[in-house]
């Protein structure tokens, strides 16, 4: 064997507004550092094949209602069904590329007015991500993408109001915001630029979120 044995996988989370790119870079990003020989598996959250995340799809496609706290805390849930599966892979040497995380849980909700602080607690030791890409991309320009106002919070207006909460969340040592503005192949090579060092680097043993 050769290479950095032992050493983990990482955690690289993407995040951003609806429309902002996030699911054609984690593919492309996928890709291509497998072609560099590193073990990498694609995530999404919400992840809509789960029993709960049958609820969740239901609510955003306008099927179901629930109380904003109902939805909040199963988006929440959601994301835990998954971290033994996640730390088993992370810990075998598998990097993982996951399309959105708590921070969309956090953005939101706290957009439709919930209290940011309340937000936040039920992801508190989630496994804290190596990097989080911040793509942005004006509410306008994402508006004017393909498909958008199909599902539940796709407003501009609303859009908006989920960016200024991403803002605040912002984490300077570990998140980094790119450009959702380019051609794909743009956009590709900067989230490159951010994470090839990470994937490749000892970053230590894995950590839990806000704590
Ligand atoms: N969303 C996503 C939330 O409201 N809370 C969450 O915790 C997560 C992970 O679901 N508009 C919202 C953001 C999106 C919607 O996500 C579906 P996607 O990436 O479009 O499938
Ligand atoms: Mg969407």
């Not at 892979?89 to 996951?98: K, Q």
């Not at 991500?129 to 942005?136: C, L």
């Not at 993408?145 to 300077?172: D, S």
Request: hydrophobic letters at 35%; proline letters at 2%.
């Amino acid at each position: 064997t050769y290479g950095k044995t032992s050493s983990r996988g990482k955690l690289i989370v993407f995040e951003g507004c609806d429309r902002s790119g996030k699911s054609t870079q984690c593919a492309m990003l996928t890709e291509r550092l497998r072609k560099d020989g590193h073990k990498v598996e694609q995530l999404k959250f919400p992840d809509r094949t789960t029993s709960i995340g049958h609820m969740i799809n239901n609510y955003l496609a306008n099927k179901e209602e629930q109380r904003d706290e109902v939805i909040h805390l199963l988006f929440s849930a959601n994301r835990w069904e998954s971290m033994q599966k996640m730390s088993n892979l992370l810990l075998g040497g598998t990097t993982l590329v996951v399309d959105r995380y708590a921070y969309s849980g956090i953005a939101y909700s706290a957009a439709k007015g919930m209290d940011l602080q309340w937000c936040r607690q039920p992801d508190v030791g989630l496994i804290k991500p190596d990097k989080v890409i911040f793509m942005t991309l004006s509410a306008d320009r994402a508006s004017e993408r393909a498909a958008f106002g199909e599902e539940r919070y796709e407003k501009k207006e609303f859009q908006a109001k989920v960016e200024k909460i991403f803002e605040q969340l912002f984490e300077k040592s570990y998140w980094q915001n790119v450009s959702g503005d380019g051609t794909v192949e743009e956009v590709h090579n900067d989230v490159y630029g951010v994470v090839s060092q990470i994937v490749s680097s000892d970053c230590g043993p894995l950590e839990k979120l806000w704590t």
